[in-house]
T-cell receptor, first 117, second 113 residues
Framework: KAGVTQTPRYLIKTRGQQVTLSCSPISGHRSVSWYQQTPGQGLQFLFEYFSETQRNKGNFPGRFSGRQFSNSRSEMNVSTLELGDSALYLC????????????????FGPGTRLTVL | GENVEQHPSTLSVQEGDSAVIKCTYSDSASNYFPWYKQELGKRPQLIIDIRSNVGEKKDQRIAVTLNKTAKHFSLHITETQPEDSAVYFCAASMISGRRALTFGSGTRLQVQP
């Protein structure tokens, strides 16, 4: 079974631009979560989608948005990019919303490294 | 919301020694505590987790302990090996899945051969 895939793997943008990142979960997984990873802040939760509905949202400004499609693939969008948005963006998928059960373990993708100049 | 603090931020041990990483959480409703290992340039991977109805859990050289009263949990790695070198993240959540995982800031473990 293929793992979580993310595209693109690397991206360079300039301030003010917008960007769309894509995540394809493991086949059969219906939950996708997005995280921002930076050296200083660790792993920060962005949002989680399950069956095309946003279930949870982290403390990020409205410039960060996402969606999930009927095939469970998810996209996140960042508008009006700022220098501080430079980070590794990780998505993770699980069969059901991530919780304390073996069936609901989160599997991470390789990430998209975004650099904002 | 939940807040998870993790210490130390960096830890260097000699091969064969033990390593301990500690985390505290703020929300008493949290009842699921996973630990992730992220090797350099790779994605985070779940290595062990514990639920609040259990005080300790072991898996070979790795163990996690939980103190619900004090709201802290720890990762113990015994007989460390160079391949244990990585960044370790603790997290807290709810078994019901109603709240997302809140991660600690990470501990960079370096095992010196």
């Amino acid at each position: 079974k293929a793992g979580v895939t993310q595209t693109p793997r690397y991206l360079i943008k300039t301030r003010g631009q917008q960007v769309t990142l894509s995540c394809s979960p493991i086949s059969g997984h219906r939950s996708v979560s997005w995280y921002q990873q930076t050296p200083g802040q660790g792993l920060q939760f962005l949002f989680e989608y399950f069956s095309e509905t946003q279930r949870n949202k982290g403390n990020f400004p409205g410039r960060f948005s996402g969606r999930q499609f009927s095939n469970s693939r998810s996209e996140m969008n960042v508008s009006t990019l700022e220098l501080g948005d430079s980070a590794l963006y990780l998505c993770a998928s699980s069969l059901n919303p991530p919780s304390g059960g073996a069936l609901n373990e989160q599997f991470f993708g390789p990430g998209t490294r975004l650099t904002v100049l | 919301g939940e807040n998870v603090e993790q210490h130390p931020s960096t830890l260097s041990v000699q091969e064969g020694d033990s390593a301990v990483i500690k985390c505290t959480y703020s929300d008493s409703a949290s009842n699921y505590f996973p630990w992730y290992k992220q090797e350099l340039g790779k994605r985070p991977q779940l290595i062990i987790d514990i639920r609040s109805n259990v005080g300790e859990k072991k898996d070979q050289r790795i163990a996690v302990t939980l103190n619900k009263t004090a709201k802290h949990f720890s990762l113990h790695i015994t007989e460390t090996q160079p391949e244990d070198s990585a960044v370790y993240f603790c997290a807290a959540s709810m078994i019901s899945g109603r709240r997302a995982l809140t991660f600690g800031s990470g501990t960079r473990l370096q095992v010196q051969p």
